[in-house]
């Protein structure tokens, strides 16, 4: 069974910076691409970032390209999504999740989510 949690989201002012980690389970989890999407209050879930399962490949959103940066430790089963020069507008709900197939850029995509982490930036 496969199980995502994430943490490292709270509150910051905008120009700060967080780190979202994501914890996965299951053996199998070096051999798959994982995702970054997040969800503010009356919006659809969206892209923000995604790496291949051998890291060699990386994908961003447009809003986020440049200022954020995703990474994963095999060793660790862990995805990490590195946040800088926060804006108000990237406050939402983070969510890592596990792609099992189709466009990478899409929610339905990925099969397997996490319960999602907050992320609040002050202006």
């Known amino acids: 069974q496969v199980q995502l949690v994430e943490s490292g989201g709270g509150l910051v002012q905008a120009g700060g910076s967080l780190r979202l980690s994501c914890a996965a389970s299951?053996?199998?989890?070096?051999?798959?691409?994982m995702g970054w999407f997040r969800q503010a209050p009356g919006t659809e879930r969206e892209f923000v970032a995604a790496?291949?399962?051998?890291?060699?490949?990386?994908y961003y959103a447009d809003s986020v390209k440049g200022r954020f940066t995703i990474s994963r430790d095999k060793a660790k089963n862990t995805v990490y999504l590195q946040m800088n020069s926060l804006k108000p507008e990237d406050t939402a709900v983070y969510y890592c999740?596990?792609?099992?197939?189709?466009?990478?850029?899409?929610?339905?995509?990925?099969?397997?989510w996490g319960q999602g982490t907050q992320v609040t930036v002050s202006s």
């Open positions: 999740a596990r792609y099992t197939g189709g466009g990478i850029y899409y929610a339905s995509s990925y099969g397997y």
């Open positions: 299951g053996r199998t989890f070096s051999s798959y691409t």
């Open positions: 790496i291949s399962w051998t890291g060699s490949s990386t």
